[in-house]
Nanobody, 123 residues
Framework: QVHLAESGGGSVQAGGSLRLSCAASGLDYGVYYMAWFRQAPGKEREGVACIDNRGSARYAGPVKGRFTISTDNAKTTLFLYVEDLKPEDTAMYYC?????????????????WGQGIQVTVSS
């Protein structure tokens, strides 16, 4: 059974940084694509970044150059390093895993989701 658990969120001031982690169990990183999505209050969920099993990553426009997605060597933990945070980055951040595609335009590519973790950025 696949289980994803996020950690590392919190409250920071604009310009600050955080490292989000997603501990994964029950899946084979060799076949899964991993991603981070976020959802702000009153807004639709949006893809932030995804990574394939070769380490190739894709980023959404608003976070490109500020966010970095990666995995550990054992490929059991997914990370999202977020820097130069802005108030508009405030959202619940979700870790996701799927076998279809490293895509950001829809969450339908991903079968498994974590519970989410809050990131709040104050100005």
């Amino acid at each position: 059974q696949v289980h994803l658990a996020e950690s590392g969120g919190g409250s920071v001031q604009a310009g600050g940084s955080l490292r989000l982690s997603c501990a994964a169990s029950g899946l084979d990183y060799g076949v899964y694509y991993m991603a981070w999505f976020r959802q702000a209050p009153g807004k639709e969920r949006e893809g932030v970044a995804c990574i394939d099993n070769r380490g190739s990553a894709r980023y959404a426009g608003p976070v490109k150059g500020r966010f970095t997605i990666s995995t550990d060597n054992a490929k059991t933990t997914l990370f999202l390093y977020v820097e130069d945070l802005k108030p508009e980055d405030t959202a619940m951040y979700y870790c996701a895993a799927g076998i279809a595609f490293c895509g950001l335009n829809t969450g339908a590519y991903y079968e498994h989701w974590g519970q989410g973790i809050q990131v709040t950025v104050s100005s």
